[in-house]
Each structure stands twice: as C-alpha cells, then as structure tokens.
C-alpha cells in the first residue's frame, strides 16, 4: 500500500538518501491530513511510519495517558479497527500504519520504545513530523495544550528532531473520503496539506544534507532541542483556487494578537466554559528577533504558513538577545520573510495543485506547468488582506478554543 512515485526517483538521482520518519499526531490515525502527510513523504522516497492514537486526542499537551484496556473497548475512529481488538495494533491495510489507545505523548513513546525497535528495520527515526493538526495550533497557550505540540515536544526531548504542523481546518475528516478532484478541479485540502507539510521537512532535510554533501548518512535534520511548529492558512480548494500554495514565512511564538484563554461563568448553568484571551503575556518579546510577525499575524496577513522554529531548552535564552540570530543558519530558503516582495508558493513556484478528473494532470509534482494556482499564493501581499482570506482566518480562530 505504499505509495512509490518518480519523485522518489528524482530524491535518488539527487544524491540524497531516504530518511526513516515517525509520523504521529492528536487527531487520530484515520484522518485524511495525517494520512496524505505520510503518501507526501513516502513519495519522496522516506521509509515512513505512522503511530497515532486510535482515536480523537485533541488538547491532551503532553499527558502520558497508557490505556488500562488490553483491548479497544469501543470502534476506534472512523470504524477502522473494531471493539475488542488490541490497544496497540496495524490498520488493515498497511503495516507501516499503527494505532495506539493513548495520548499523542505515548505515541512517540509507544513508537520509540515498542513498535519501531520490534517491527520497523530501524529504531531512531531522523525525523518525527506531528500532524497536520485540525485547527491551528498558534502561540505560546496552544504551544502547551495542543497535542500535536505535546507530541512534537516529546520527540524533541528524546533527542530526535521534530516537526509540528496544523491546519485551519477544524473538522477531523477520514482518509477515504480524501477527494482526487475536488468540485473545483482541484486536489484536496488535506492532499494539498500533506504535501506542504513533506515539501518543507524536505527542505529542512536538504538544508541539513547540504552540509555535509558527500556522507552516505544524512546529518541531523536539526540540532539537539530544536524544533519547528508550522501553521496553515485554510486551503481553499474546495471551493477554488484563491489559496491552495500559501508560502511559508518565519514567525514568532509570541506577539500579533497571540491568545489565551479566559474562564467564562454562565449563570444559568452555573458552569464555566472557556474563551480566547489576548494579553500581554502572550504578546511580549523577551528574547531573538522582534521584528519578526507574530504567527497569527502572518495567518492573517493573506494566505500564508508561519514557521517558527523553537528549543526546549527553556530557561537557556537569558540575555541572549545581544547574540546574532542563532536560528537564520537553519531555515532553508523556503522560509521567507513576511515583508518579501515575491514570495514563492510553499510547494515551490508553478506547482500543480489539479485533481485528477480532467485530462493529463499530474499529482506531486513541485514543477508541473499547469497551476495557474501559484498566482495567489500571496505574494506581494503583505499588508492587505482580502475578504476571503479574514473569512478563512476567522473560521482558523473559531476553531482554535475548541480544537488543539
Ligand atoms: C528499510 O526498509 C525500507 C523500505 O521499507 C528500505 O527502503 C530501506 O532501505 C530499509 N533500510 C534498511 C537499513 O534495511
Ligand atoms: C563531493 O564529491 C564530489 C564528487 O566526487 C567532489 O567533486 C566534491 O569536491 C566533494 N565535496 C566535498 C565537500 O567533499
Ligand atoms: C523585513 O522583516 C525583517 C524580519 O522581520 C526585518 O528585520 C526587516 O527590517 C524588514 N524589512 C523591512 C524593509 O521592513
Ligand atoms: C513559473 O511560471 C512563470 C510564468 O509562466 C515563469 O515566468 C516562471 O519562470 C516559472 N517558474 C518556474 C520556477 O518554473
Ligand atoms: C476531538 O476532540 C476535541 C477536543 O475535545 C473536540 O473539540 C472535537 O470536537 C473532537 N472531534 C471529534 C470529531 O469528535
């Protein structure tokens, strides 16, 4: 069930070599956007595994939860494995795909300790990429509650690079409902999220690679502690093609608007529910680059990705800022500054985000000739914000109280 396609061919010819990747995430092992991430970067020629919860574990940070249960006491999500099947076990239809009934932090434990040493040809994957997340995952607050970060953070702590990404859209869909050609003509979102999430970890490892050109084994794809939390713009080829190539733009945790959340009393109920809370303390810059936008100024400055690279090394930047910027060596150049004049579309310039139906089109390819769809991708768009793109940020902050 593996997906091979000749971009694995044109990995190869490039010297490169395949890395082994662990791919988890919080919404489950059965959605559509994990499961396009993991055909993206197979098809780039990477051994791929997933391990992921066997159901929903949306805002679980990172808690170590360990099901008591031997077995699934109910359907896992989606109806792919039934009640009273193991905890832990394969989807039915590709060995490289695991479940887990835990949270997103035990499956990177789960993977790294248990499924990979026993079943995959390694043990230490190069690379553990969490998501694509349902909902974006922005600022310092979602940082700490979101799953998918709490995975990512966990990875990191091991000592393996890793890689969050999220998206704006908030409802988990299942990977067989994925689409070859949306109503527009297009690819899927979850399609075309999945192969920016793999363009740009490949960027990332081709910069890392690019060091040391001449090793038959790649270095680290980032250094020890570090890690990248990736936030995409709603993909709007269902509908059409105003953003289905957001480029990716360095950001900051902190600042444009950054939520928490406040604690909302309703009488009636006499409960408390939840709501977004923008303050100072999440809005400061203590440390690094504070010319640098905000993420949630970059998701609504057009249809744009923020990437922001972090370290867990948490107590490590005191007086730091006197110190030239110690993450600028790492960005490839597909990182771009918020201010550029031409960005180039995050699956590079001119790529083909066309669906299958209709005639020759291709699928994955970064050079196709096709897409008249790079043409809004945002570029030279840097303080204006158009209709559609509120619309699609408005529906990205709605979702974010309620899906991490
Ligand atoms: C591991 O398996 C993958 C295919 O699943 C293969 O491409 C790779 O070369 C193997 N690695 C080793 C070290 O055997
Ligand atoms: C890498 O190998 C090529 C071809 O053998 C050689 O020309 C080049 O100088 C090498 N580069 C380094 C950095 O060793
Ligand atoms: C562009 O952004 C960078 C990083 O935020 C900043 O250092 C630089 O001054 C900006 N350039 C202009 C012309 O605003
Ligand atoms: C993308 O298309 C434009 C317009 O057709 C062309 O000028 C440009 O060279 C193309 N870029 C790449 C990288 O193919
Ligand atoms: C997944 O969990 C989150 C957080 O509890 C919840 O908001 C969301 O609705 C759940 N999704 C589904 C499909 O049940």
């Not at 989606?78 to 239809?93: E, L, M, R, T, Y």
């Not at 936030?231 to 939520?259: E, H, Q, W």
């Not at 249809?303 to 867990?312: A, E, N, P």
Request: with cysteine; proline share 5%; aromatic share 8%.
């Amino acid at each position: 069930m593996k997906t091979v396609s000749f971009l694995a061919g044109l990995v190869l010819a490039a010297g490169t070599h395949g890395l082994n990747v662990l791919i988890t995430n919080d919404d489950g092992f059965g959605t559509a956007n994990i499961r396009a991430m993991y055909h993206a970067m197979s098809a780039l020629g990477h051994n791929c595994y997933i391990v992921a919860s066997s159901s929903n574990q949306s805002g679980q940070g990172s808690r170590l939860i360990f099901t008591n249960n031997a077995k699934l006491t109910s359907d896992s999500e989606f109806g792919i494995v039934k009640s009273g099947a193991p905890s832990i076990g394969q989807d039915p239809n590709d060995d490289h795909i695991w479940y887990y009934n835990g949270s997103p932090a035990t499956q990177v434990l789960v993977a790294l300790d248990y499924v990979l040493p026993k079943h995959a040809n390694f043990s230490v994957p190069d690379l553990v990429m969490a998501g694509p997340n349902y909902g974006l995952n922005v600022g310092p607050f979602l940082y700490g509650m979101s799953g998918t970060l709490g995975a990512t953070q966990t990875a990191i702590e091991r000592g393996i690079p890793a890689i969050a990404f999220a998206g704006s859209y908030g409802t988990q869909t299942a990977y067989y409902d994925i689409q070859s050609s949306t109503s527009a003509g297009l690819q899927d979102p979850a399609t075309i999220t999945g192969r920016l999430a793999a363009t740009l970890a490949q960027a990332f490892i081709d910069k890392s690679t690019s060091t040391q050109p001449n090793t038959t084994t790649p270095g680290r794809v980032l250094p020890l502690g570090y890690g990248v939390s990736v936030n995409i713009p709603l993909i709007s080829s269902f509908k059409d093609s105003s953003c289905v190539n957001p480029p990716f733009v360095r950001a900051r945790m902190t600042g444009g608007g950054a939520y928490t959340s406040k604690a909302v009393y309703n009488s009636a109920s006499g409960l408390f529910g939840s709501a977004n809370y923008a303050d100072a303390g999440t809005n400061m810059c203590i440390n690094g680059d504070c010319s640098l936008p905000g993420e949630i100024e970059v998701l609504n400055s057009g249809c744009k990705s923020s990437v922001v690279l972090f370290t867990i090394d948490y107590d490590a930047p005191y007086g730091v800022s006197s110190l030239a910027d110690p993450y600028a060596a790492l960005l490839p150049d597909i990182v771009q500054l918020n201010n550029a004049t031409n960005l180039v579309g995050g699956l590079g310039a001119n790529a083909s985000v066309q669906g299958t139906t209709g005639t020759s089109s291709s699928t994955g390819t970064a050079t196709g000739s096709k897409a008249s769809a790079s043409t809004k991708s945002g570029a030279g768009r840097v303080t204006l914000e158009t209709a559609s793109s509120l619309a699609a940020f408005a529906l990205g902050v709605a979702v974010m109280a309620t899906l991490f």
